[in-house]
């Protein structure tokens, strides 16, 4: 019973986080669409049958029972049809994209009244739209931002200590041959010095201790090393001489290095026989605006990727394999993930918090990167038309033509339609997925 509240719980705080990450966005295309003086008649988090809503001055604010997405409604998106062409839409050239470019200019118009007539959003100077279409992706960023900032920062990370978890017996010649002591294995270094569990290494030669490198750059064989022990709040000075022995190889990332048989690779080095416990450190606030700055690199990596991605996701599905762990997912499985950290037993409450306040992390960088993508429906494709406006304008001055007027995007329509139902079935794989098959974690 406590696993499921647990589990319902971390699914509770994920949706909670989705409603706020879309709540902000909006906000960042409603305040500078007020502040320059745009007709906003509705603000709305998800879609669907509205749950609540009230009304403050000339905008509806609401919140609608499917919490996948969000909207804000500026009157005049798409310029009229210019009248230096031929007139399509009065000539009555008819047809389902002639209608959705109609649609798509006439959108909002009820809320349209005569002391509207300058309050358009297509009317607006370049730069003011450009920063009403990224006002959203851009809170995205932040809030991203900061809740890692939030986690690495505030709450921190676990990190190999300088705390000793265990001290082993003796050195064992090979570790991919044998896990026990034998007889025959010489007692280890750490045992002849004294040291023991739970004392804290402060200090090696003279040298601050900071990682195991700090230890292993200290440390020849056969050649003494001076240590610096807290032991029950006492400093104590020990002298520890290292042997060489075979130990897996590891990168400077951490990650062990295999074979191409995928064997671990070894290698001799100095060791002591001790293993270091781990513990919660505060990282800097450089290294989590480099770890937020990696994050955004790996939603344009999986961008890129993401037609492979969805490929192994259908493939995996309907053929019972396991998913890849690091693949695209839906908020359905984002919502599981949460729920399955949430409700499990070897994970102390800290690092239920920090999970799933980096989860949303990774969820708001992933809309910020989807968002900038220069394709219609999504704010990017307005950006990128506002963009082609600029560079189109500044070439008719440069050849002292007259202005062409605002971008005509509506044209794009029929490519926008194409977009949208693309994105809405590659949401539909990955919900089926995520119901069928999610990823094991």
Not at 57 to 72: D, R
Not at 119 to 148: A, C, D, H, S
Not at 178 to 196: F, K, N, R, T
Request: aromatic letters at 8%; one cysteine or more.
């Amino acid at each position: 019973m406590i696993e499921t509240l647990w589990y319902v719980g971390g699914i509770v705080f994920v949706a909670l986080g989705i409603g706020l990450s879309i709540g902000l966005h909006e906000l960042g295309h409603l305040l500078p669409a007020k502040r320059f003086g745009v007709k906003v008649p509705a603000y709305a988090i998800g879609f669907g049958p509205t749950l609540f809503k009230f009304t403050r001055g000339e905008t509806t604010y609401a919140i609608k029972l499917i919490p996948l997405g969000g909207f804000i409604t500026m009157i005049g998106m798409y310029p009229p049809e210019s009248k230096s062409k031929p007139d399509q839409e009065s000539n009555k050239k008819v047809g389902f994209f002639a209608d959705m470019i109609l649609s798509a200019r006439n959108a909002h118009s009820e809320h349209v009244t005569a002391a509207d007539a300058n309050r358009k959003f297509y009317q607006l100077p370049v730069l003011k739209r450009l920063v009403i279409m990224f006002g959203g992706p851009f809170m995205n960023l932040i809030l991203g931002t900061v809740l890692m900032i939030g986690v690495l920062v505030g709450i921190g990370t676990q990190q190999q200590s300088n705390l000793i978890a265990e001290v082993s017996p003796c050195v064992i010649a090979n570790p991919t041959l044998q896990s026990e002591c034998l007889a025959s294995d010489p007692a280890s270094p750490a045992v002849v010095a004294g040291i023991q569990a739970g004392d804290r290494i402060e200090s090696i030669n003279g040298v601050a201790f900071e990682d195991w490198n700090t230890i292993s750059q200290q440390l020849q064989a056969g050649t003494a090393a001076n240590l610096e022990i807290l032991r029950d709040g006492k400093n104590i000075d020990l002298q520890v001489t290292a042997v060489n022995a075979l130990r897996v190889s590891a990168d400077k990332n951490g990650q062990i290095v295999v074979d191409e048989d995928g064997q671990p690779i070894l290698s001799e080095r100095p060791v002591l026989g001790i293993i270091f416990d781990v513990e919660r450190k505060p990282e800097t606030l450089v290294a989590a605006l480099e770890k937020s700055a990696w994050s955004v690199g790996q939603v344009g990596q999986m961008i890129v990727t993401l037609p492979q991605q969805l490929t192994d996701v259908a493939i995996s599905t309907f053929t019972g394999q396991e998913r890849n762990p690091n693949g695209a997912v839906s908020v359905v499985g984002i919502a599981q993930i949460s729920g399955t950290v949430a409700s499990a037993d070897s994970v102390d409450f800290v690092d239920k918090l920090a999970t799933g306040l980096l989860i949303l992390a990774s969820l708001n960088f992933a809309l910020f990167g989807f968002n900038m993508l220069p394709l219609l429906p999504l704010d990017g494709g307005h950006i990128a038309g506002g963009i082609y406006e600029s560079i189109k304008r500044g070439l008719f001055k440069l050849l002292r033509k007259p202005s062409p007027g605002p971008a005509d995007t509506a044209l794009l329509m029929p490519i926008t339609w194409f977009v949208f139902i693309l994105l809405m079935g590659m949401s539909a794989l990955l919900i089926i997925a995520d119901l069928i098959n999610p990823i094991s974690i």
